[in-house]
Nanobody, 113 residues
């Protein structure tokens, strides 16, 4: 059974940093592209960053230079390092990947003073 579990969210002040993790099981992690999405209140879910099985990355313009996606295939885990956080980054963050590309349950990130 494919499972994706996000963690690492929380409350942080503007300008602060957080690192999100997506721990996976039930599939061969190294073979699949993995993505981070986010959904802010009242807005559509949007792609934040993705990393292919070969390590190629893609970022939304709004996070370029501030967020870094990475993966540890030995741990079946993907990460999202988020620096210089802004209030506009407040959202529920989801990971997605694997066969049939299921969603995790999400982790809340709130950027506020």
């Amino acid at each position: 059974q494919v499972q994706l579990v996000e963690s690492g969210g929380g409350l942080v002040q503007p300008g602060g940093s957080l690192r999100l993790s997506c721990t996976t099981s039930g599939f061969i992690f190294s073979l699949y592209e993995m993505d981070w999405y986010r959904q802010a209140p009242g807005k559509q879910r949007e792609l934040v960053a993705s990393m292919s099985s070969r390590g190629l990355t893609h970022y939304a313009e709004s996070v370029k230079g501030r967020f870094t996606i990475s993966r540890d295939n030995a741990k079946n885990t993907m990460y999202l390092q988020m620096n210089s956080l802004k209030s506009a980054d407040t959202a529920v963050y989801y990971c997605r990947g694997g066969p049939d590309r299921p969603w995790g349950r999400g982790t809340q990130v709130t950027v506020s003073s």
